[in-house]
């Protein structure tokens, strides 16, 4: 089950608030980026945030551990508070703040 159009504009317009927050679409589903780095993925309408010592932290007992697709490593999975919008943007923005800043990739020539 893909991840519908309106879980994507409703969680956009959750985290409205803060600055370089956008999507991209993924093999179906969506990773969502803060400031160029991915702090999350949304797949089959369900919202992952990566989950780093600081943000369990931060979020106590709020959350669940799930994987977003067979495989993946664990996520914060975020049920009832994605209607709160100061916390979920805290979380977001925190989670952006501790993660690495991404390797920029080498453009590679071909002739």
């Known amino acids: 089950m893909a991840t519908k159009e309106s879980t ?3 969680i956009l317009d959750q985290l409205s608030q803060i600055p370089n927050i956008r999507v991209r679409k993924m ?3 969506y990773a969502l980026y803060c400031d160029e780095k991915v702090v ?3 797949c089959d309408d369900e919202l992952f945030i990566k989950i780093t010592e600081e943000g369990r932290k ?16 664990p996520y914060m999975k975020i049920d ?8 979920l943007g805290e ?7 501790l ?3 991404p390797k920029q990739k080498k453009k590679t020539h071909r002739g």
């Open 8 to 10: 994507i504009d409703f």
């Open 58 to 73: 931060f979020v106590d007992d709020d959350y669940q551990e799930g994987a977003p697709y067979p495989g993946a490593k």
């Open 27 to 29: 093999f179906g589903e």
């Open 99 to 101: 993660l690495p800043t």
């Open 80 to 87: 009832d508070k994605l209607d709160d919008t100061i916390w």
């Open 91 to 97: 979380l977001v923005s925190l989670t952006a703040r």
């Open 40 to 42: 999350g993925l949304v």
